[in-house]
């Protein structure tokens, strides 16, 4: 992208001479396209055919299993849960991670420190922190009883609203350092002299966030939100792990209904049907958010410097 | 899950910054700032706190001192308990999974992005694979699950290492070529020249040159992949059946499910399998960080 100054000549020259090079994709390839690409198409044709998961007995079965999929409450159902989270979650992990994010830009020494213990949760299972968190709400034998906080001593997983902010906390415990990181990274790319400029012209420190920094992070909060919409779109770990849906189907999250209809109900065709919506959903908010983004990433941040 | 172009890794990559821009928030006391931070440090601390405390704690000590106090007598009785539970074996099965995807799975990216960068100019070939690798970004590995299920059943790997190993290199092909393709095109033209006119071919460049100078991406993009695959629990949990083919996250789940009421035995579990991670943080907390931002960092 950034060397392109070899001369001509001698760069056809080797690029004639170098068309094996495409061999060496070959092994790469093969993975992406075996447990990628075929899987992606499998997806779509299991829809359209009725499996148990147990046996090898896949029959052609057309619409039936779209009709039985779309009949069903509990989809729609599942896309409100699964929409209700990623909004819930996006609004409260964006502003924290912000905030978190331009505090740790800082370079002093405990702001340092502090963003050591800050990210230890990036490096933890989704299991491991949800069986924490699980062991941590009962109700019985949690932190709450043991402390003898009534406040505390919630029925956390078992109540729907409870259950639904749990998720939501938990949730975010997991994911704000991971964009902290990447807020941090973003504020340290803003040119010092917007600042200078700022402070000649008496700006105080919440104009030049408004002013500067949130502007300039422009970029940074689309891929930070990218990540996080797509990314809670597939939760699947965290909500298994602590509330396996429940309680009913509270926080039965498409990935869930597709678990459940496939390996419990044992209704493949059913839960490739799920698959399938929940392929076209991430692809069709990708999309909308890059196009948020605008195509130019690199040209308009740094006008008038 | 990770669905973002090239382009704003230019914009957030990690050079050395001018010294000053560490006045965009300093100067005067922000005290807004402070109390969040604080307040954030507790909700990190508090739990983490809590688990290693408690899994030092007899179990009828539990139910009866204070949960944030730490035990007056420590006992590792419940680490004995988990490690008899076979742990050992779950971690030796994570071990497995994780070092036989990601070794596979960088080695292979790294020739690919070579490939790609050295020849996607003149070869169509190339260009079509960069473009369907980028894609592969976007593609949910939730949502693939059913049909890899499928293929892993027709190939008799059900319930095996193996089978859990083969879908995780494919996983982590796209991210891994991105980052490896962006860090090969910052290596001057000139040395793969010098290289070429002294008689090396492509095969020696790539593993004596491309990739003794991209080390550290190498490492970065190695990091990442496998503390992806280290932490996976949806594979283990639609690949295998068996008691003994469990990595550890699927393990944790299994024990929690089974010994519920013994809350530090479990909370033993859940400190044992995050402390190889732990000690990987202390020794290499650069790398480990760079690594989970891989996808924009670069």
């Not at chain 1, 905030?99 to 933890?124: E, S």
């Not at chain 1, 809670?232 to 990935?255: H, K, M, Y």
């Not at chain 2, 006045?23 to 931070?37: E, F, L, M």
């Not at chain 2, 460049?205 to 990442?224: D, G, N, Q």
Request: charged share 10%; glycine share 8%; aromatic share 12%.
């Amino acid at each position: 992208m950034t060397t392109a100054g070899t001369s001509p000549s001698r760069s056809a020259a080797r690029g004639s001479r170098s068309g094996f090079l495409g061999w060496l994709a070959v092994p790469a390839l093969v993975f992406f396209v075996g447990f990628l690409i075929i899987p992606l198409l499998g997806v779509l044709f299991l829809s359209f055919s009725s499996w148990d998961g147990i046996s090898t007995n896949i029959r052609w079965t057309g619409l039936v299993s779209w009709k039985a999929v779309l009949a069903n409450p509990e989809l729609i159902h599942a896309l409100w849960i699964t929409f209700l989270i990623m909004l819930v979650s996006w609004l409260v992990q964006t502003p924290a991670s912000l905030l978190l994010g331009v505090f740790l830009a800082g370079r002093q020494r405990y702001r340092a420190v502090l963003a050591v213990l800050y990210f230890i949760p990036l490096l933890l299972s989704s299991a491991a922190i949800a069986i924490t968190y699980k062991a941590l709400l009962d109700p019985n034998f949690g932190l709450g009883a043991g402390l003898g906080i009534p406040l505390l001593t919630q029925d956390w997983l078992g109540e729907p609203v409870l259950a639904f902010g749990t998720i939501i906390f938990v949730v975010s415990w997991q994911f704000i350092p991971f964009h902290s990181l990447i807020y941090q990274g973003g504020v340290r790319q803003i040119p010092a002299s917007l600042y200078e400029a700022a402070e000649l012209d008496g700006a105080g420190r919440i104009r030049k966030f408004f002013n500067i920094t949130l502007p300039q992070l422009k970029y940074t909060i689309i891929t930070s939100s990218t990540l996080m919409v797509v990314g809670s779109l597939v939760f699947f770990d965290l909500i298994f792990v602590l509330t396996e849906g429940g309680p009913g189907d509270a926080t039965r999250v498409l990935a869930l209904d597709m678990y459940k209809t496939g390996w419990q109900a044992n209704l493949m065709g059913q839960a490739a049907a799920i698959a399938t919506i929940l392929v076209l959903v991430g692809l069709a908010l990708a999309l909308l958010l890059r196009r948020l983004g605008g195509r130019r990433y690199d040209t308009s941040q740094l006008e008038g410097v | 899950m990770v669905t973002i172009t090239t382009e704003p890794a230019k914009a957030t990559a990690g050079r050395p910054q001018p010294a000053n821009t560490a006045r965009v928030v300093g100067g005067h006391r922000n005290w807004t700032a402070g109390v969040i931070s604080w307040i954030w440090l507790g909700i990190v601390i508090i739990p983490i706190y809590w688990i290693v405390i408690t899994s030092v704690k007899l179990q009828a000590d539990y139910y009866t001192t204070n949960p944030m106090v730490p035990p007056g007598d420590l006992t590792f009785d419940n680490y004995k308990q988990v490690i008899d539970a076979g742990f050992i074996q779950y971690f030796v099965n994570s071990l497995i999974v994780t070092l036989g995807a990601v070794i596979p799975a960088v080695l292979f990216s790294f020739m690919a992005a070579y490939a790609i960068v050295r020849s996607a100019s003149t070869s169509r070939f190339l260009r079509v694979v960069n473009s369907a690798f980028l894609m592969g970004l976007a593609i949910p590995q939730t949502a693939v699950i059913i049909p890899v299920y499928l293929i892993i059943i027709k190939l008799h790997m059900y319930d095996s290492l193996l089978g859990m190993i083969l879908p995780s290199i494919g996983f982590s092909i796209p991210l891994s070529v991105l980052v490896l393709t962006n860090f090969i095109r910052d290596v001057p033209k000139e040395l793969f020249e010098s290289m070429k006119m002294d008689g090396a071919n492509e095969w020696t460049i790539l593993w004596k040159l491309a990739f003794p100078l991209t080390r550290p991406a190498v490492v970065t993009v190695s990091i990442y992949n496998a503390l992806t695959i280290w932490n996976n629990f949806f594979l283990p949990l639609i690949l295998t059946q068996s008691i003994d083919k469990r990595t550890l996250p699927l393990a944790l789940w299994a024990f929690q499910g089974q010994y519920s009421v013994n809350v530090p035995a479990v909370l033993a579990s859940v400190v044992l399998t995050i402390l190889p991670i732990l000690a990987l943080y202390v020794v290499g907390r650069r790398q480990l960080l760079s690594g989970l931002t891989a996808g924009f960092g670069k």
